[in-house]
DNA sequence: CTTGACCTTCCAGTGTGGAGGAAGGTCTAG
DNA sequence: CTAGACCTTCCTCCACACTGGAAGGTCAAG
């Protein structure tokens, strides 16, 4: 199939199923004789399989490291399990950070909706965002 | 105080607070006769406002909206409101969308744990981060 | 006078994951 | 035969927030 079709099918941009070639995520594909990319039925595959681990928080270096395995004949599983959790944890912490930010976040915009303009002190640039006191 | 100080004060690189001016976050500081700059108390106020803002996770470029309001001699608060409000809405989804992807990795990752790599098919990449069934 | 620690400007590159566009080849329909 | 819808390669650029390095000026100590 050409790309587009293979775009079409994936929802994957026909751009980026060359850009995931050129950096060795995707095999180069058969080539009709006119040059134009011909895609198998494992490339739908592989291209949903990338997206997927994408949208698991994984990158591209990650992705490809797990397709290497398999393209080396071993099965990537104790290393993906490797990967899988280091992710989980690294997401654990990322959401324990991004939590304290919003707490902090709401706890600025009720001191702001306490307070009004006229308490803005000149010296500062904005009260709200000031090193934050008790509350 | 010379721009090494106003860094080993604030913990800001040299580098980065002229990288502050350059993108206009920073006014560009008095000069001493030899050219080099020569900053006051209230830059001191200014890197760790800007320092803070972004640990809350606002952009640099929210951040030079607000201090803009400031500059031009208007209370920002209102405007300031409305981005702390945005941007706790935004944090809200992002650690939604990042707890879904924790908990669908804590599933594979038990899933792992349960299965060997004889179960992989060779006819995927990896059984693991095949699209996940019922678990 | 030299050494070393500062400071200056300017240019270029980092990483991530692509997007945009030019210039040109190919295929199908009418 | 021509239009237009594909496809090809190649090169450049985007946001984001810096960081590195070269080449050179300045200043205090010894």
Redesign the interface.
Known sequence: MLIGELAARTQVPAKTIRYYEEVRLMAPPARAPNRYRDFDQPAV??L??IR??Q???FGLGEIRE??A??DRGE????H??DL??R??RE??E??DE??R??K???K??RR??R???KD?EP?????????AGSD
């Open positions: 595959e592989r949903k399989f997927g681990a949208s698991l928080g797990i397709i395995y398999r099965t990537p599983c104790a993906v399990l899988i959790q992710r989980s997401l654990v990322r959401i991004l939590r930010s919003q902090e976040l709401e600025l915009a702001a909706r307070l009004s303009p803005c010296s500062q640039i904005c009260h709200l965002l000031a090193p």
